[in-house]
């Protein structure tokens, strides 16, 4: 996946240390296009390791996180979607690359609305992008399920890990 050029810039300075990051997960939704009854998710496969994700990514410095979530979904899948809440606030535990870089994430995980485009791997980072009934999601992470479950649940306050 590409390292976004501030976090290189920060690299430069900083070496392996740990880095403290901002991230978005866009949990986006749709009608069922054959039974608006019911409701669609846009999930990714992930080209680095084959996992089923919702979108995610990195908040470049300065970018509303909103408007790094809906960023994301289109360079990654070709479509366009908007935020209707955020959904879901938690830290994700420290963790190293392989390249022996550390960093730790806030996740700041939206429930977004589809407004147009068919799913697409957009720029690589993805193998695949496409829709599943949110009653017959594939495989996903422990972590990647709370996401798409904060995302689906009905409008109300946002949750934050106590």
């Keep these: 996946m590409p390292t976004p050029d501030f976090v290189l810039d920060l690299r430069e300075k900083i070496g ?29 496969r992930r080209a680095d390791n084959g996992a089923w994700t919702p979108v ?13 979530g809906a960023r994301e979904v ?14 879901w606030v938690h830290t994700l535990p420290p963790m190293q690359y392989a390249n022996g870089d550390r960093s730790q994430y806030l996740d700041l995980t939206f429930r977004f609305r589809w407004v147009s485009g068919e799913p697409g791997p957009g720029d690589g980072e993805n193998s ?13 992470s422990e972590e990647m399920q709370a996401r798409v479950r904060h995302g689906l649940a009905d409008d109300g306050p946002t949750a934050f890990t106590r």
Excluded: K
């Design 16 to 44: 392996h240390d740990l880095l403290w990051l901002s991230g978005v997960s866009a949990v986006v939704l749709r009608p069922d296009p054959d039974d608006a009854a019911r409701q669609q998710v846009l999930l990714v």
């Design 56 to 68: 995610t990514g990195i908040i470049d410095p300065g970018e509303e996180p909103a408007v790094a």
């Design 74 to 87: 289109l360079e990654e899948t070709e479509v366009v979607a908007v935020a209707e809440r955020l959904a």
């Design 128 to 140: 695949e992008a496409r829709w599943f009934d949110v009653t017959a999601l594939p495989e996903m």
